[in-house]
């Protein structure tokens, strides 16, 4: 049996790093959200030991947005996701609607990712998504958790969608679009999971980044013209476009370092600056 006290060190995914109010800059926070698996920093000011704030990789993308109309912001944001190859159909877990809610979290646990798609078995048509904010949700309902090797997922997806319709509109009265609701960890305001946030290949990363910004979704699915998945988007990957070039080699596209490098003759390989 697993103590208590144990718990916790298995679920400290991602390591903890303040920035400083006073010094910091947004360099500094695209630096730590790309070097590091980090979904939120906490805001300290940097001569007394407290916290005055939250970042969250969605609040960085809605400031990137504000650069939008700017030239070298949409020499970048106007490409479509196809020319970033943000990942492929493996990179984006799968469960089928007709397994169980215990086999989804078994498998979004596993995995370590934001969401799961929910798919049709025979049509492998995306219908829904479990994403590991929706576990505040399972928990709050004790017929579901308790039950959770005997449901299907898509009853989970399908039962949520009344409360959540409620919550939504009173969270949306309050402050769906305050920078207080955008740093909200648990926020109710979301998609609802038989509505998962999607995107075509050929959008724009533009489109993609205020899609995301104005559901508050931390990831997304690609889908084909059949409405199969094949990929996703998380907001680090929008993130790591803007961040110096090379921290992740799985990304491969237009990012701003890569363009302002290229015109002083310079690029990066393997990790290494490399000057012409």
């Known amino acids: 049996m697993q103590q208590v006290a144990d718990m916790p060190k298995s679920f ?5 790093f303040p920035v400083h109010l006073e010094v910091d800059t947004l360099l500094h926070i695209l630096l730590l959200m790309s070097k ?6 906490p805001v300290a000011q940097q001569f007394e030991s407290k916290d005055v704030h939250l970042i969250t990789q969605n609040a960085i993308v809605h400031l990137l947005l504000q650069s939008s109309g700017l030239e070298w912001f949409d020499s970048i944001t106007n490409k479509t996701l196809s020319e970033f190859r943000f990942g492929n159909g493996d990179s984006a877990c799968q469960v089928y ?6 086999e989804a979290l078994e498998t979004l646990w596993r995995n370590r990712t934001a969401a799961v798609a ?3 078995r025979g049509t492998r048509q995306l219908v829904g998504t479990v994403r590991r904010r929706d576990i505040y949700l399972l928990l709050d309902d004790d017929e579901f958790f308790t039950n959770r090797r005997s449901r299907t997922v898509a009853e989970l997806v399908s039962a949520r969608l009344n409360k959540e319709e409620e919550e939504e509109q009173e969270q949306e009265i309050q402050d769906h679009y305050s920078v207080a609701g955008s740093l909200r960890l648990r926020d109710k305001c979301l998609p609802r999971m038989n509505s998962p946030v999607t995107h ?3 959008d724009s990363l533009k489109q993609a980044m205020k899609k995301m910004v104005d559901t508050r979704s931390e990831s997304s699915f690609l889908v084909d013209g059949s409405g199969r998945v094949c ?25 701003f370092f890569d363009s302002v490098l290229e015109q002083v003759g310079a ?4 990790g290494t600056l490399i000057c012409k």
């Open 267 to 270: 690029r990066v390989g393997n």
């Open 97 to 102: 609607s007709d397994q169980n809610i215990a």
């Open 231 to 255: 990929g996703m988007l998380t907001l680090r990957d929008i993130i790591l476009v803007f961040a110096p070039p090379g921290v992740d080699s799985r990304i491969d596209g237009g990012s």
């Open 118 to 120: 929910v798919v049709e």
């Open 200 to 202: 075509q290949k050929t």
């Open 36 to 41: 590091h698996p980090l979904h939120v920093l």
């Open 12 to 16: 400290v995914w991602q390591p903890f």
